[in-house]
């Protein structure tokens, strides 16, 4: 009796486990049949190796379809991937598709986004009749980045690099032998010997205002102007006192002059006093030139 009974216990459990295993395949297989959805295709002008039947469909990374068919286009040229889209009431110019990969393993889905200016133009040209409203496509990450590597490749090969390479060679060249030449020697000898010249008279030019010549000398050279000027100006006044009663045109010419030689000394004696004023204040001025700037202690 208690064999009967536990065969009967393991019929129940075959029989059971039979019934369910085949009521989930059915639903499982049946739910396809019973999905919402509509359907459209989608063309891809690029290889979709890694895409499946019953591949997903995304929406901005959400589920929202998945992939019925995979066929090759009426144009024997680009690949038509017929989808069910879940998206209720959806335009389907309203969004790109784009192949996407899923991880490291290889395998792809086809992600839906928001069309944006320019998509459209990327998406390949469609010359005959479809069987399914068309969603436009782009292409994917890695047709972009080879294609950008190729364009990258094929600027690299119309580059003339021989003609680049010899046009250095030249230069370097040509470089090589200005500096090597007879005249770019004359040149440094030249600037060497100005170079040893101007420190020879920068310490004879100190020795000099050391000694106090400078500005013995130029005191003299003022005096010396100031005789010239008191000079003329006297014989100008003499000149200006006579009363000769026919002058001709030359004497007159002769008196400008004079007059004019005068202002110009006057002048030069002024400027005479200037200078030896800021080189009495500044020895320096004599080998620079220009007065430097003032230090901050004299502003």
Not at 61 to 68: D, K, N, P, S
Not at 156 to 165: A, M, N, Y
């Amino acid at each position: 009796m208690a064999r009967k009974t536990s065969k009967f216990l393991v019929g129940l459990f075959v029989i059971a486990g039979t019934v369910i295993t085949a009521i989930a395949i059915i639903y499982i297989g049946a739910t396809k049949y019973f999905e919402t959805g509509k359907r459209y295709v989608i063309y891809f002008d690029e290889s979709v190796q890694g895409l499946q039947r019953d591949s997903e469909v995304k929406y901005r990374g959400v589920t929202a379809g998945r992939v019925l068919e995979i066929r090759i286009a009426p144009d024997n040229k680009l690949i038509a991937v017929i989808i069910n889209l879940f998206l209720k009431d959806y335009p389907a110019q309203n969004v790109v598709a784009q192949l996407r990969m899923t991880g490291i393993t290889g395998l792809m889905f086809v992600n839906l986004d928001v069309i944006q200016p320019g998509d459209r133009e990327l998406s390949p040209k469609i010359d005959f009749v479809s069987e399914y409203p068309v969603i436009p496509s782009k292409p994917s990450e890695i047709k972009l980045i080879l294609a950008g590597l190729e364009e990258i490749l094929s600027k690299v090969r119309d580059l003339d690099t021989k003609g680049i390479s010899d046009e250095l060679k030249s230069t370097v060249t040509e470089i090589g032998n200005f500096f090597r030449n007879r005249e770019m020697k004359t040149i440094v000898a030249n600037f060497e010997a100005t170079s040893k010249n101007l420190a020879g008279l920068s310490k004879r030019l100190d020795r000099l205002v050391a000694s106090g010549k400078v500005e013995q000398v130029l005191l003299e050279g003022r005096d010396a102007l100031k005789s010239a000027n008191t000079l003329f100006a006297g014989i100008q006044d003499e000149l200006k006192a006579a009363k000769i009663p026919a002058i001709g045109g030359r004497t007159r010419a002769v008196l400008t002059e004079v007059s004019e030689i005068t202002r110009r000394l006057e002048v030069a004696s002024e400027s005479l006093d200037q200078l030896l004023n800021r080189l009495k204040n500044r020895p320096s001025d004599l080998l620079f030139g220009q007065e430097p700037k003032p230090r901050w202690n004299e502003r």
